[in-house]
């Protein structure tokens, strides 16, 4: 029975562990995103085959209930023409003999609808049971669907929330990697460098100073020397 069948299939995917499947997957978003559209395609075919199922199911109580409604006309009949049959019998007895094979034959059409009327008890029965499964199994559909939008839902936030943090690490990391501390301590190595070389030059410029004044004042010495010497010969 095709009902059957899609029962089968109904209750494998209510039954199917969401978590199971996703650890199996690389892409969990994108397989969320295809088992959704996969299980609203499916609960819609679900729900056609409920709804013919259903309609099957009235189809039958209708013809049962019809069976039951002609079972008891024909009752009424055949009672009808028995009765008539007895009260014309003895006046008669021809016509009392018309009316009771009217009864015969209204007696044969009720029991023809009385079994008519069984054979629908199991047939309403099953397709009853049938349909209340159905039904059952795309409610815990609708429910996996439910769960499965959550599951997707929590994993976009999740990935943006990741993809987030990966682009503050890497700007973290680069900042590391750039350190810009390390360029403002190479330049102040530089200015140390500039200032120590300039502070050399103005040694050197002091020193060739020093040396100046010191032969400005041994000049100076020679003359002196130069003048006693002058005076010590001439006051001889």
Excluded: C
């Excluded at 959704?36 to 199911?57: F, K, M, P």
């Excluded at 019998?89 to 209204?106: H, V």
């Excluded at 900042?175 to 500039?194: C, G, K």
């Amino acid at each position: 029975m095709a009902a059957q069948s899609i029962l089968g299939r109904i209750t494998q995917m209510a039954r199917a562990n969401i978590h199971a499947i996703l650890d199996d997957v690389e892409d969990p978003q994108q397989m969320l995103d295809q088992m959704v559209r996969d299980y609203t395609a499916n609960i819609s075919e679900a729900e056609n085959a409920v709804a013919q199922t259903i309609a099957n199911l009235r189809l039958l109580e209708a013809d049962s209930a019809e069976a039951t409604k002609n079972a008891a006309e024909w009752q009424t009949k055949a009672q009808a023409a028995s009765a008539k049959a007895d009260k014309v019998r003895a006046a008669n007895p021809a016509d009392a003999d018309k009316f009771d094979n009217l009864a015969r034959i209204a007696i044969g059409k009720q029991i023809a609808y009385e079994n008519d009327v069984k054979s629908f008890g199991p047939m309403i029965a099953e397709q009853t049971q049938v349909t209340d499964q159905l039904k059952q199994g795309v409610t815990q559909m609708r429910g996996k669907l439910d769960e499965l939008r959550r599951k997707r839902d929590e994993l976009v936030g999740r990935a943006k929330v990741t993809e987030a943090r990966g682009r503050v690490q890497a700007s973290v990391n680069s900042i590391n990697t750039l350190d810009p501390t390390t360029e403002i301590s190479r330049f102040e190595e530089m200015v140390r460098r500039e200032e120590a070389r300039l502070k050399g030059h103005e040694e050197l410029q002091a020193s060739s100073l020093d040396a100046q004044f010191e032969e400005l004042s041994a000049s100076s010495r020679d003359q002196e020397i130069e003048s006693r010497l002058a005076a010590m010969k001439s006051g001889r």
